[in-house]
């Protein structure tokens, strides 16, 4: 199969693009990213030389490049990992949001349907169900109810991968997926920006009470997963993905400081963000029961060899860690810290 796969060069996109050319060698992948910030070729160093993986700079948005890729290259499978994808960033500016999580995915859409090509799988979020209370899960059939500016922009997207396949008959699928953590994430999220803080003995900015829950999912786990629905899945079906690994923010903060050597005298109870969802939770049944899928790494030795990951990779992170992301930091975090130690108060 020749595949398009967008955001290749984010943290899953990576992933996935990794594991296609590993475990699938008989296809080819045309990687199209923009190389926002988020989008770092270095996480995908080992497929330099690879003749089956043509990465392109460009944005989703433009149509026309994404008609040609797909002429170009005999495209048969779009997978669709491009976003802007940090909640807190949608706080504080949602228009990149819109621009590239549904005009974008509208482009591909259309680029799809004139290409001819025969399945679109939309990578989604658990996030575009809302926030659940102290108990249950979220089905692939609980409504729809998005409540940040980024999880709003996902559900657009579904809703317009839905409507194609509906009113055009497009092939198309959408993945739901739960909270990801791994290598090769970027360090505005929460494990990664916590582990990267604990090497350092800087404040590790905790949200409000600390007790938010969510469903922690390898990366890996994830693509795999996709795969299976990219090539079992039911046409005009949802899957959800997760892997029953719910826990509240400050376990998975406390863990951290374990794995690191670190006292939890780093932990800082910050401000809250706007409209935090409380709880996720996925039931994941469906992808487990038609597809066979099931996870293969724990949440705990999970997290403890991407701590090693870290350790062991200070050139990834040191070089993702500035410019712009040095701005962002700022703007983020220096409202919340300000009355910290001042020796203690610029995590990065
Ligand atoms: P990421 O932010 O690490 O990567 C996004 C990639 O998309 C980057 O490489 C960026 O350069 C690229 N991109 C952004 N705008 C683009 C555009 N207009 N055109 C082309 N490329 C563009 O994101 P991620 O964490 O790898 O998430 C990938 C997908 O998975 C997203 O759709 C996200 O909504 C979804 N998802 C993420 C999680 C998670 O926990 N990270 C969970 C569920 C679903
Ligand atoms: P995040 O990694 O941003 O993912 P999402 O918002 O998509 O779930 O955040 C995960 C959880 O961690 C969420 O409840 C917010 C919380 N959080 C903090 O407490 N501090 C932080 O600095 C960040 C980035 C997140």
Redesign the pocket.
């Known amino acids: 199969m020749n595949l398009l796969v ?2 290749g ?5 990576s992933w996935y693009v990794r594991l296609i050319r590993r475990a699938r060698p008989a296809d080819s992948v045309v990687n ?5 910030y ?2 770092n070729m270095e996480s995908l160093a080992d497929l330099r030389d690879d003749a089956g993986h043509v990465f392109v700079k460009g ?3 433009d149509t026309a490049l994404v008609r040609t890729l797909i002429a170009r290259h005999q495209v048969q499978a779009i997978v669709n ?6 909640v807190d960033r949608s706080i504080l500016s949602a228009s990149p949001f819109i621009d ?1 999580n549904v005009t ?1 995915t509208l482009s591909l859409l259309e680029a799809a349907r004139a290409g001819g090509v025969k399945r679109f799988l939309q ?3 658990d996030e575009v169900y809302g926030s659940l209370g102290a108990t249950g899960a979220f089905e692939e059939t609980t409504p729809i109810a998005p409540r940040s500016p980024y999880s709003a922009s ?1 559900a657009a997207a579904d809703h317009l991968v839905a409507a194609f396949h509906h009113t055009h008959g497009l092939d198309a699928v959408i993945t739901r ?4 953590y791994g290598p090769h994430q ?1 360090p505005e ?1 929460l494990i990664p920006l916590m582990i990267l803080n604990a090497f350092e003995g800087k404040p590790l900015p905790v949200y409000g009470d600390g007790l938010y829950v969510r469903d922690w999912i390898h990366v890996e786990d994830h693509c795999r997963a996709i795969d299976l629905v990219l090539r079992g899945g039911r046409a005009g079906e949802v899957y959800n993905i997760g892997a029953e690994n719910e826990c509240p923010n400050l376990d998975v903060v406390r863990a951290i400081l374990r794995h690191t050597d670190r006292g939890e005298d780093l932990i800082r109870h910050v401000p809250d963000r706007p409209g935090h969802d409380r709880r996720y939770a996925m039931n994941a049944a469906k992808v487990r029961d038609e597809l066979g899928w099931r996870p293969q790494h724990t949440f705990a030795a999970g997290l403890a060899a991407t701590v090693d990951w870290y350790r062991s990779h200070p050139t990834w992170w040191e070089r993702v860690r500035s410019g712009a992301y040095r701005d962002y930091y700022e703007q983020q975090y220096a409202e919340r810290l300000r009355g910290v130690d001042p020796s203690k108060a610029s995590p990065t």
């Open positions: 967008t955001g060069a984010g943290f899953i996109g199209l990213d923009a190389l926002t988020a989008g944005d989703i948005r990992f491009a976003a802007e994808s940090h590239t974008g990578v989604s979020t996902k997926c739960s909270n990801n970027f999220k």
